[in-house]
């Protein structure tokens, strides 16, 4: 599964005799989606209402994003190239992803009714990936920059921000909240790919706030929701598995105490983040443990 909405309902793929579908999963059951003529599907995303985004091949085999409206599948085009994917939708049917252009090179998309397709920039580089977009059109993924890396970023009024590393050489953007939250991956300066979430301008190594890791270590968080939820990989004891982390706010006792403390500041058995304001964010638990 790729993608769940607030209702439960989820997305993801089947795979089959005949070809992958993208596939719903309700409390009513499992749906096979329509293709684009093709003989695959593949579902990426699901806002509120339902509508899932992804891609799928048209009837000359080429790989397109869709969006479906109803139970009709829309063909957004590509970028000039012949290969383009849907990652992400937001509750106002804008859409983001990558596609192809004439060069071969990807780029970063955004789409909506009004605009269709219109390319994203670069940080610098010949690529760029868009993987997830907010409420308020605040778009989130990773691109090329001059000396060839990728970079997560940040794209909203205009404007691509990078993000930055956690002292290594790349970096990728997988989710953002409505509050502008963004989470992903990126190497620290030992070439470890460490968890992140990014806040006001600075980017933190998930592993260091959360409560007695306990024989973890996050690898890459793939998901924010505005509760404040962080969902990802990572290993347990040396095996892979799904983590989710669930944030817990206190008050502080003075504005002042806040803005003084924007840096993780260990304790004997924890680290906690300050992030300024009147709360506390403190990531404490793992609550999905791999099976013995």
Same mark, same amino acid.
């Not at 190239?81 to 596609?99: I, P, R, T």
């Not at 090329?144 to 930055?164: C, H, S, V």
């Given at each position: 599964m790729n993608g769940v909405n607030v209702s439960g309902v989820a997305v993801g793929t089947t795979y089959g005799s005949s070809g992958a579908r993208a596939t719903v999963w309700s409390e009513d059951g499992e749906s096979l989606l329509p293709t684009l003529g093709?003989?695959?599907? @593949? #579902?990426?995303?699901?806002?509120?209402? /339902?509508?899932?985004?992804?891609?799928?091949?048209?009837?000359?085999?080429?790989?397109?994003? =869709?969006?479906?409206? /109803?139970?009709?599948?829309?063909?957004?085009?590509?970028l000039g190239?012949?290969?383009?994917?849907? @990652?992400?939708?937001?509750?106002?049917?804008?859409?983001? $992803?990558?596609?192809m252009i004439s060069s071969g090179a990807f780029r970063a &998309?955004?789409?909506?009714s009004e605009t269709g397709m219109i390319a994203l920039p670069t940080l610098g /580089?010949?690529?760029?990936?868009? &993987?997830?977009?907010?409420?308020?059109?605040?778009?989130? $993924?990773?691109?090329?920059?001059?000396? #060839?890396?990728?970079?997560? &970023?940040?794209?909203?009024?205009?404007?691509?921000? +990078?993000?930055?590393?956690?002292? $290594?050489?790349?970096s990728s953007a997988y989710g953002i909240n409505s509050t502008g939250d963004v989470v992903g991956f990126a190497y620290?300066?030992?070439?470890?790919?460490?968890? =992140?979430?990014?806040?006001?301008?600075?980017? =933190?190594d998930l592993n260091n706030l959360v409560e007695g890791?306990? $024989?973890?270590?996050?690898?890459?968080?793939?998901?924010?929701?505005?509760?404040g939820q962080i969902v990802g990989s990572g290993t347990y004891n040396g095996a892979a598995s799904a983590f989710r982390l669930d944030p817990v706010f206190t008050s502080i006792a003075s504005p002042a105490a806040?803005?003084? +403390?924007?840096?993780?500041?260990p304790e004997p058995s924890t680290k906690v983040l300050l992030l300024g304001g009147p709360l506390l964010l403190w990531l404490r638990r793992l609550l999905i443990k791999p099976e013995r």
């Open positions: 093709g003989g695959e599907s @593949y #579902g990426m995303a699901i806002n509120s209402a /339902g509508n899932v985004a992804g891609n799928s091949t048209t009837g000359d085999g080429v790989a397109h994003a =869709f969006l479906t409206m /109803g139970d009709s599948m829309m063909d957004l085009g590509t190239g012949k290969w383009s994917s849907a @990652y992400g939708v937001n509750d106002e049917l804008d859409v983001v $992803g990558y596609s &998309f955004y789409w909506s /580089g010949a690529n760029s990936y868009a &993987f997830s977009i907010n409420k308020q059109g605040s778009i989130v $993924g990773a691109a090329n920059t001059r000396a #060839g890396n990728n970079q997560a &970023f940040l794209y909203q009024n205009g404007a691509m921000e +990078a993000l930055g590393t956690l002292g $290594g050489n790349s620290d300066a030992g070439r470890r790919q460490r968890a =992140f979430v990014w806040r006001d301008g600075v980017l =933190f890791l306990d $024989g973890w270590t996050l690898d890459t968080a793939y998901g924010i929701n505005d509760a806040a803005s003084a +403390a924007l840096a993780p500041v």
